[in-house]
């Protein structure tokens, strides 16, 4: 779901709270800065909850910012080529072996 910056973990719990019980919610951040990256994630108890928290939240102002809810999509597979450009070279030593 797209966030608020200002949205806390704590500020999604509560939000998302009303329509089930919530069992994580989490609002993504930087690992550096520590800010946060405008997205999170709400787990519920049951897919019934979710649905209706995602009925109950999707199209609505939380934190002055009108947010997106719905299902989580897996990541798609990087393909084989995009695999070997993102590897990086070893630490230490050539990247073709022992010469």
């Known amino acids: 779901?797209?966030?608020?910056?200002r949205t806390t973990s704590e500020g999604l719990r509560e939000?998302?709270?009303k329509f089930g019980q919530v069992i994580h919610a989490r609002v993504v951040?930087?690992?550096?800065?520590?800010y946060?990256?405008?997205f999170g994630f709400v787990r519920y108890a049951t897919v019934d909850e979710a649905a209706e928290g995602i009925k109950g939240m999707d199209g609505k102002f939380?934190?002055?910012?009108?947010?997106?809810?719905?299902y989580a999509k897996p990541r798609?597979?990087?393909?084989?080529?995009e695999n070997n450009a993102a590897s990086?070279?070893?630490?230490?030593g050539s990247p073709y072996g022992r010469q």
């Open 36 to 38: 946060s990256k405008g």
């Open 29 to 34: 951040t930087d690992r550096v800065s520590g």
């Open 62 to 70: 939380l934190d002055g910012w009108v947010i997106f809810a719905e």
């Open 88 to 92: 990086p070279l070893p630490a230490y």
């Open 76 to 81: 798609p597979q990087p393909s084989p080529s």
């Open 15 to 17: 939000a998302f709270s």
């Open 1 to 5: 779901m797209r966030l608020s910056k």
